[in-house]
């Protein structure tokens, strides 16, 4: 179960500014999925070790040599606000 | 002569050869058909660039593998200068600065992209009905749902709008809609496919794979999308070709059919189906028992779990700065990235994003987001041991047929289900297709065939060779 004031935090933690409608439904609905997924609780897993991905891939490195990058003008082509030939940022002040 | 858009990819690169038709010819057929649309497939057409493309193929003369075929690419794949949303209104109107990897190959092996299909916003869902821009219907019964998330590029395909088209599969994104929609949908092994230019959704699990009408057809398309590229670390060296099945016998292959997919929870005539392939797969020579993957159980739970964790990871990129739709008018940098992220997506992504981030939050990653990674290692083993026993493994890929369009959005967990058949085979990185093995109440029903890691060309061999034996490519009705 997960109660509001967690739903709120884990909000803010995403970065996601929910209405009080969107909190109450999101909690409802949360619940729901986290009891179902709670079954794999139940299981013994103490000597399992995890998987993050199914292929073993080890650090893959390459030559330090550079090659072409994105245009400037092509970087910014897409961004909703630009000044100065760079992407404009509101302060972080509240 | 058939009809222009009836024909398969093979059947056109066959007439373009005898000098029958042309490039453009085809590719005026398919955009006929793709810009009337009364499906609601495309999210963008680019009918300019398509026919630019055909003339020169036409006139160049060089007949790479698919020279000349028009193919669709689901809206997850960025395709430069071309509008790519992947379904959702944080990207409206966006044009990517590059083309996804496995769209370049489509494109240098010939293909020509005449559009982007409708898709679950992000590739979240299972029906397409989580597109910011409206469903996709099911071209066998319009009121009812395609499956997703690539509903749009298995509808495509169905409606003969274009023989070929590229989805994404994260827990059964192309195998469920190609299995709704009555087509041909492959899931290659982890890392067959460059994911360069998919928008993540789940890293670990996201998988690029070709929707077609027929084995060979989607064979092709494989053929020229597989192999390693630099710009995607996780992507393989493909050593054994991928190969144009052609055998019709399956003489001394042994299949399993997984028990815990074929019981409760799986519609009666989902079952009957796969009973009777399962004899056709007697007939033509193999032998097929029973085979128990105890953790598939716990599969889905898992798969709610990793997916949603590293897509709150992926998602965490739209802050409507570098790119996308921004909210207006906020004051400060927190308040701009939280009314843009709240604007821009809908419920089901705002859904994973919060499952995710809980789940992965400081006192809560133990309880869930590392017990799932174990769960997924005992998936990995089960899979390891049957393939000790079998060759394949056989399931339906949907417990249900195509379903009515709006049954399941009031109820995530409903719609989740949808996925319960597909998702253990991406838990554990494994090639996996659907094909066509039957019809209930006129809605196709559709086969899941998996096997090892790198199998692909026995899983299109036992593919093709039921294609053959069940006969079933039929063409759903034209919308009045």
Redesign the interface.
Known sequence: MIDEQTVRHVARLARLGLDEGEVARMQAELSGILEHVERIRALELDDVPPTTHVESVANVMREDVPTECLEHELALREAPATREGGFLVRGIGA | MTALHELTAEAAIRAIEAGETSSLELVDAALERVTSDPWHAFLAVDEDGARERARAIDANGERPPLAGIPVAIKDALSTRDLTTTAGSRILEG??P??TATCVERLERAGGIIVGKTNMDEFAMGSSTENSAYGPTRNPWALDRVPGGSSGGAAACVAARQVPLSLGSDTGGSIRQPAALCGCVGIKPT??AVSRSGLIAFAS?LDQVGPLARTVRDAALTLQAIVGRD?LD??S?EWREPIELPAGERLDGLRVGIISELNGEGIEASVRGAVDSAAATVESLGGAVEQVSLPSVE?S???Y??IAPAEC?ANL?RF????????AEG??????????T??EG?GSEV??R???G??AL?SGYYD??Y?????????V?EDFARAFERVDVLMSPTSPTTAFPLGERTDD??SM?LSDVCTIPMSL??LPALSIPCGFADGLPIGLQLAGP?YSENRLLGVAHALEQALALDQAPPEPA
């Open positions: 966006f044009r600065v590059y982890y890392g670990s630099p670390t996780t393989l716990h889905l739970s898992t709610y779990l709150s965490a802050d409507g700065i570098r790119y996308g739709r921004a906020a004051d400060s940098l927190l308040e701009h990235y939280e009314r992220r709240d997506f705002k859904r994003i919060m499952l981030t809980f939050a309880a869930y590392l017990r799932a990674q174990k769960v997924r290692t005992l990995v995530p967990l989740y554990a990185g890691a």
